[in-house]
């Protein structure tokens, strides 16, 4: 009997979650994510994955984010066809994230072969709309806290607070049990129920995105207001990049909020993406597994003017009159924010708000170290806008949330692994770990492969 986990990504990154665990000759893969940031990183995209789709039994997805989904349609062009295990709201996530990952696949490849700008003769997609409706029909949804079987492994699926749906997984195999913490999130999240723990477990797979770092002690709805307030008193626009998925509902919720404690003036609140728009019709459908009633909910979004059409969007930037912008993508890597960025950021009178983790290599991670001059569709763009970073929007756990997850662990687990942070997080989210509870913690290097 044999049983090993193999880290073949999240390792040195936040990006590229996957865990492989074989008993035996059975398989399954613990998150699916798609390499991002780095060019260095986003080459492991294309090279072969270590072992043959096809012998992988099943896939269980903790949350929605491409991170841990975005590489399921590669897998499945390459021939995985078992069952993709997932909450049911993470499922319905996943129909609007992965065809829309995909579309941005072909999109970049169609851009590179027009302007010849690709070694590849023609570049290829990573995979295809068809790729990601296949993947859709392989999906397998399931309830929370209740126990799944795929022979010889048993798991079910827990809230974390940091998603729509997000969970992280205990999973019981060979006598032996394993907690995959997939993102853990704040328990103050302003739409999302306080996550639950586990209090036993063999082996722990943790993340440490914020591993070194302690969210400042800031009022959530003190900062954002006061931001809001400062700017549309000097006429000017509060422009917020964040993900289409999660954090845009939560920001529509507290502006709101804000609004009728008339914390902040009456101005008009665009949502500029798509994508935000459909993911917030899935908040709606899920509404039960939120934090506030529905009603509320409904309320908030009543409030707000949603720009489908690139027309509409264009619309936003040519109304010079005060408001607050919210887009994607949260990063500035793409999407319609760059086109508000280049419009707005060099007026002095705006401001930016960062609400999110941004990774090394994005535009939003420049920004926040200070940078004052992006390079945005070719061309460098002057930011005189004011940059406010709001720590306390982001959907991860600093350091002390992560202890506190842990703390539930009745017994000392035989090891913990130490995974999605960049290295200097991961470093200090392992010291962390000894120092507290005096457990035997590593962190995992790519492909490592550890027995059980
Ligand atoms: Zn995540």
Redesign the pocket.
Known sequence: MTLSVQFLGATGTVTG?RYLLTNNNKRVLIDCGMFQGLKDLRLRNWTPFPVDPKTLDAILI????L??SGYLPRLVKHGFAGRIIATEATCALLKILLPDAAYLQEEDAEFLNKHNLSKHQPALPLYTIDDANHTLQLMHPVGWDNWQKQDPFEFRFLPIS??LG?SFIEMKVGGKKIVFS??VGRNQDPILPERYHSEKADYIVVES?YGDRAHPDEDVQEELSDVIRKTIDRGGTVLIPSFAVGRSQALIYLINQLKQQNRIPDVPVYLDSPMAIEATKTHLKFADELKMPKEKLEEALKDVTYASTPGQSQQIDSNKKSKIVISSSGMLVGGRILHHLKVMGPDPKNSIILVGFQAAGTRGELLMQGKRELKVHGQLVAINAEVFPIHNLS??ADYHGILEWLSHFQTAPKKVFVTHGEPTAAAGMCEKIKTKFGWDVVVPKYLDKVEL
Request: aromatic share 0%.
């Open positions: 979650s903790t949350h929605a984010h991170d841990h940091h998603l997000a997939g993102d995105t959907g991860h």
